[in-house]
């Protein structure tokens, strides 16, 4: 059977399951009081997204909306379901939010050693902004990526 994969708001049972992701696939990964306030809306103009594959944590995604300027803070995946189009369900989410919230572009940072992100973010039409030298804290320059957001018709 084809997988249903779908994203929705995350809420702070999600809490434990982005916290446990954050420390697998980032190196510098956000605490769990900061998932924790994220999750629960208390954040001001970011927004935590959840994707479910199977009706099981499969991701998440982390969006901020300020004026024009979306951006992209997080996206991750589990490990085991990596290729099979789970970010791409969250990244389309992301930008449909952006979309309303009024925002012209999204905007992410990536780290330069980073080639399978840069990949994703190549096949979904982001280009190159700048450079941010020493951006991360082992001194890894950072890319700017950014694509064009518009409201579906
Ligand atoms: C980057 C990441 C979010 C991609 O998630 P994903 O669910 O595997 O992405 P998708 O399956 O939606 O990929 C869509 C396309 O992106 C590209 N892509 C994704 N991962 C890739 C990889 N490892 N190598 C090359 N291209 C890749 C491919 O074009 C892919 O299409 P294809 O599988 O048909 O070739 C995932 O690898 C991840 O969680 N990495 C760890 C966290 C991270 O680095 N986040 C980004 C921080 S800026």
């Known amino acids: 059977m084809t997988p249903v994969t779908a994203v ?3 809420t702070v049972d999600d809490v434990e399951d982005i916290t446990a992701l954050e420390a697998e696939a980032f190196p510098d990964p956000w605490s769990e009081n900061l998932v924790a306030q994220g999750a629960d809306g208390s954040l ?5 997204l959840v994707v479910e594959r199977d009706g099981t944590f499969a991701g998440y995604a982390v969006v901020s909306v300020v004026d024009v300027d ?4 997080r996206v991750a995946v589990l490990p085991g379901l990596r ?3 789970v970010a791409s369900a969250l990244l389309d989410a992301a930008r449909a939010h952006a979309a309303r919230e009024g925002a012209g572009r999204l905007l992410l940072e990536v780290r330069e050693d980073n080639a399978a992100a ?3 973010y190549a096949r979904h039409g982001f280009t190159e ?5 020493g951006y991360y804290r082992d001194g890894t320059t950072a890319l700017v990526l950014s694509t ?4 579906a018709p």
């Open 8 to 10: 929705r708001r995350a």
């Open 148 to 151: 064009p957001v518009t409201m």
């Open 129 to 133: 902004l700048g450079r941010r030298p």
């Open 44 to 48: 001001p103009t970011v927004s935590y």
């Open 70 to 73: 979306a951006e992209l803070q």
């Open 83 to 85: 290729r099979t189009g």
């Open 118 to 120: 840069q990949s994703f």
